[in-house]
């Protein structure tokens, strides 16, 4: 494994942690929270799939990925 793998799976530790810090948080205070607050527990629950996604090499995801940035397609 080269230095900048390590880098990187060590980044995507560290953000999964703080989705799920945030997750915990947002549950905590729930009482305190404003119906908009969803936003962020959704995007939250998104950037966990992706990260998942992503370090197992899922390659649905990737195709998905690779379909969403194609600006050549005609849905674009």
């Known amino acids: 494994m080269e230095d900048k793998d390590v880098f990187y799976f060590v980044l ?3 953000l999964a942690m703080f989705c799920v810090v945030g997750i915990i948080t947002f549950f905590k205070n729930i009482k305190h929270n404003y119906w908009w607050r969803w936003i962020y527990l959704f995007g939250g629950g998104y950037v966990l799939i992706d ?3 992503i ?3 899922l390659e649905f995801w990737h195709d998905l990925l690779m379909k969403m940035f ?3 397609a005609s849905y674009w």
């Open 51 to 53: 990260l998942f996604a």
């Open 70 to 72: 194609d600006v050549t």
């Open 12 to 14: 995507m530790g560290l």
């Open 55 to 57: 370090a197992t090499g």
